[in-house]
T-cell receptor
Framework: GAVVSQHPSWVICKSGTSVKIECRSLDFQATTMFWYRQFPKQSLMLMATSNEGSKATYEQGVEKDKFLINHASLTLSTLTVTSAHPEDSSFYIC?????????FGSGTRLTVV | QKEVEQDPGPLSVPEGAIVSLNCTYSNSAFQYFMWYRQYSRKGPELLMYTYSSGNKEDGRFTAQVDKSSKYISLFIRDSQPSDSATYLCAMYQGAQKLVFGQGTRLTINP
């Protein structure tokens, strides 16, 4: 139980375009989901907390206009990287909380060329 | 001072050895403690979830929490090459966001 599905697992896009990443809780409802960014050989950095039916809460230093988060249902949150640039290339991971901790998606590797 | 401290390693041990991974923390309000395993280019996988002090065992894995010392451990018995990964400790209080350790890179040598 407590499965989180993240899609796509990897994506390559051209500089200036936008990319949408989906995070779904498959067998439980998640009123709150979290989006992380991870650089090579580093721990996870929390970007924002996604709240179902309301605006996301962004961590200090994260551009909310660049990283758009939508949590329209209890099982789906999306992260859209707008006008992507090479420095946005990274590993993005979502997670959702439940009664036994937090489960993570498998991550999305974004490469902006 | 970071809220959660974890030695990043790398740690390399022979197959079959007992592995000990540790984290210390400074926030006495943390109530829930987790260990995650992360393979390269994958999301973290929840290994152990504990609440309050004590031991919890699941197969070859044992998690220990000592709240008086603000110290948590993960032991891996009969380690296997497939256990080679980065291990992250994480903790939180109430319904708050997770706080992670830096992660320890572990290699089990056949």
């Amino acid at each position: 139980g407590a499965v989180v599905s993240q899609h796509p697992s990897w994506v390559i896009c051209k500089s200036g375009t936008s990319v949408k990443i989906e995070c779904r809780s498959l067998d439980f409802q998640a009123t709150t989901m979290f989006w992380y960014r991870q650089f090579p050989k580093q721990s996870l950095m929390l970007m924002a907390t996604s709240n179902e039916g309301s605006k996301a809460t962004y961590e200090q230093g994260v551009e909310k206009d660049k990283f758009l988060i939508n949590h329209a249902s209890l099982t789906l949150s999306t992260l859209t990287v707008t006008s992507a640039h090479p420095e946005d290339s990274s590993f993005y991971i979502c997670s959702a909380g439940h009664g036994y901790g937090y489960t993570f998606g498998s991550g999305t590797r974004l490469t902006v060329v | 001072q970071k809220e959660v401290e974890q030695d990043p390693g790398p740690l390399s041990v022979p197959e079959g050895a007992i592995v000990s991974l540790n984290c210390t923390y400074s926030n006495s309000a943390f109530q829930y403690f987790m260990w995650y395993r992360q393979y390269s280019r994958k999301g973290p996988e929840l290994l152990m979830y504990t609440y309050s002090s004590g031991n919890k065992e699941d197969g070859r894995f044992t998690a220990q929490v000592d709240k008086s010392s603000k110290y948590i451990s993960l032991f891996i018995r009969d380690s296997q090459p497939s256990d080679s990964a980065t291990y992250l400790c994480a903790m939180y209080q109430g319904a708050q966001k997770l706080v992670f350790g830096q992660g320890t890179r572990l290699t089990i040598n056949p």
